[in-house]
């Protein structure tokens, strides 16, 4: 079995982007991989649509998940750094470091001068290996960096095909112990949707104006057993 969201974004261009997705608990967070620095290094990020900073953890920083990859600043000729402290708190914990550019990748998208964080420190638990980081998919001024997210960069590069991002989450179905499986499976998609992995057609709605900062859709109603919640 398997999950579909599909969220529309603001503009048009001409590239279709897919990558593959792994879960790390079930239905809680999924994570893929993009690349950074000169020469690229590949690092997996929990994929997030509720925030919109890109962060890594820095090598030799405190409370990391062991076994993760860290990014090292010495060791990209294309890394600068801003000198600008950066914190972001979830409801899951923190992270602190401070804020650089460099060359940033999707799928083969790049994106130079990419603001991002290199945090050397984080909450108990905030990062479990393989992840290394996380990537905010919401929008610019939801960002505690005030950085343009690395989708948003490429859509106003105009690198995309259509102004649609999508979502297709493998789901465990009646597994005990599901929820300390790692689960493998899944694909992100920007610039196009995977018709083979829905049928019928997609109901498009708009966020509401100047609501643009989280994926906001509007809520008319609500059912439960045929019957109407206030």
């Known amino acids: 079995p398997y999950l579909v969201l599909v969220i529309k974004v603001p503009t048009r261009g001409t590239v279709l982007v897919e990558t593959s997705l792994s879960f790390l608990t079930l239905l809680t967070s999924y994570y893929g991989s993009i690349a950074v620095g000169t020469p690229p290094v590949a690092y997996d990020v929990i994929l997030d649509t509720g925030s919109s900073d890109l962060w890594l953890a820095r090598n030799g920083c405190q409370g990391c998940a062991g076994g993760a990859p860290e990014f090292n600043p010495g060791q990209s000729s294309t890394f600068t750094d801003l000198s600008t402290s950066f914190s972001v708190t979830y409801g899951s914990g923190q992270a602190t470091g401070t804020l650089g550019q460099d060359t940033v990748s999707i799928a083969g998208l790049q994106v130079t ?118």
């Open 113 to 230: 001068n990419q603001i991002f964080a290199i945090c050397d420190r984080f909450s108990q638990g905030l990062l479990n290996a393989p992840v290394s980081g996380l990537m905010g998919l919401a929008f610019q001024p939801l960002a505690t960096s005030r950085a343009t997210p690395l989708w948003e960069a490429l859509v106003q590069g105009n690198v995309l095909d259509s102004p649609l991002m999508a979502f297709h989450l493998t789901r465990f179905h009646n597994i005990r112990g599901a929820t300390s499986t790692l689960e493998p499976g899944g694909t992100f998609t920007l610039g196009a949707v995977n018709n083979s992995l829905f049928t019928g057609d997609i109901d498009y709605q708009n966020i509401p104006s100047g609501q643009a900062i989280y994926w906001t859709l509007p809520l008319t109603g609500l059912n439960v057993n045929g019957n109407s919640v206030s």
